[in-house]
């Protein structure tokens, strides 16, 4: 079996700082991409950030320059650094990775629960 915990979250100040933690455990033989999606009240899901084993990385357009995702690939931890952080940016933020439970086995979609994020002064 594999968790996925998401911590971090809470109160922030519009233009302050928060650093969101997702690890994985359980039964992991490797984690291909890690990603960050977002869900604000009364809207889709949306998708935040991604990383690959490797390091490369993708942002939304609405977040580029101001979050920052990165990856502990000896701790199968993801972060998300938040930074200058809007009003619209509250959401429940939540991870998702791509794990392999044994090798030769495909990759299969795991999530958290997400943790809430709220910006407001």
């Known amino acids: 079996q594999v968790q996925l915990v998401e911590s971090g979250g809470g109160l922030v100040q519009p233009g302050g700082s928060l650093r969101l933690s997702c690890a994985a455990s359980g039964s992991i033989f490797s984690i291909f991409v890690m990603a960050w999606y977002r869900q604000a009240p009364g809207k889709q899901r949306e998708l935040v950030a991604t990383i690959t084993s490797a390091g490369s990385t993708n942002y939304a357009d609405s977040v580029k320059g101001r979050f920052t995702i990165s990856r502990d690939n000896a701790n199968n931890t993801v972060y998300l650094q938040m930074n200058s952080p809007k009003l619209e940016d509250t959401a429940v933020y939540s991870c998702?990775?791509?794990?392999?439970?044994?090798?030769?086995?495909?990759?299969?979609?795991?999530w958290g629960k997400g943790t809430l994020v709220t910006v407001s002064s």
């Open positions: 998702n990775a791509a794990i392999s439970r044994g090798a030769g086995w495909g990759g299969m979609t795991y």
